[in-house]
């Protein structure tokens, strides 16, 4: 495997379940990202690791918890979920020297859609 | 007012024409700026990654910035159907991992 991978590709939910998003970057990098992609809206950044520390947060709700057991994994769990969090949820990861870091590199996306 | 602002097009040329992608921006702190594709049903791709003002060269594809109009280009020459894709333009400021992106603009190149 070389880069982001992301499994599953595509996530159809209902709104009781609970599912897990998987992300894992073979770059050797030090900082992991969560985005959602929603039709004609930037990307919205979710969460942001660096050395496996969560470090933003933008007002995400609660029923996204994201997990980072070493820096090269990243999950995203989700829990009674709303139609309008269906969209493509990507992951990326870059290298941070001395707080600065280089461009990101993303995976493919999981498309989820949640009835 | 956005942060970064791109036409989401949808943009539509035929083979073999110049195509020119922009961003505008609000913060003057921006100091990197990059050019991602996106083909449909796939993660963004880094195309283009400069630094502070001026232009960039890598085969078909011309990144320029004009940091005193807080604005960015992508040309595209010699376009090809397979540059049919989204283009999103990203930035950031001189420190930490905020990145900021445009909403991309679709772009379809007719055989």
């Known amino acids: 495997e070389t880069g982001v991978t992301q499994t599953p590709r595509h996530l159809v939910m209902g709104m009781t379940n609970k599912k897990s998003l998987k992300c894992e970057q073979h770059?050797?990098?030090?900082?992991m990202y969560w985005y959602k992609q929603s039709a004609k809206k930037p990307l919205e950044l979710m969460f942001v690791?660096?050395?496996?520390?969560?470090?933003e947060n933008n007002s995400v709700p609660s029923r996204f918890s994201p997990e980072c057991p070493n820096s090269s994994h990243l999950f995203l769990h989700l829990h009674t979920l709303q139609p309008e969090d269906s969209a493509l949820y990507l992951c990326?990861?870059?290298?941070?020297?001395?707080?600065?870091?280089?461009?990101?590199?993303f995976g493919p996306g999981t498309r989820l859609t949640v009835l | 007012q956005k942060e970064v602002e791109q036409d989401p097009g949808p943009l539509s040329v035929p083979e073999g024409a110049i195509v020119s992608l922009n961003c505008t921006y609000s913060?003057?702190?921006?100091?990197?700026f990059m050019w991602y594709r996106q083909y449909s049903r796939k993660g963004p791709e880094l195309l283009m990654y400069?630094?502070?003002?001026g232009n960039k060269e890598d085969g078909r594809f011309t990144a320029q910035v004009d940091k005193s109009s807080k604005y960015i280009s992508l040309f595209i020459r010699d376009s090809q159907p397979s540059d049919s894709a989204t283009y999103l333009c990203?930035?950031?400021?001189?420190?930490?991992?905020?990145?900021?992106f445009g909403t991309g603009t679709s772009l379809t190149v007719i055989p």
């Open positions: 990326a990861s870059s290298q941070v020297v001395a707080g600065d870091t280089d461009t990101q590199y």
């Open positions: 770059l050797g990098h030090n900082a």
């Open positions: 690791y660096n050395f496996k520390e969560q470090t």
């Open positions: 913060n003057s702190a921006f100091q990197y």
């Open positions: 400069t630094y502070s003002s």
């Open positions: 990203a930035m950031r400021a001189n420190t930490g991992n905020q990145f900021y």
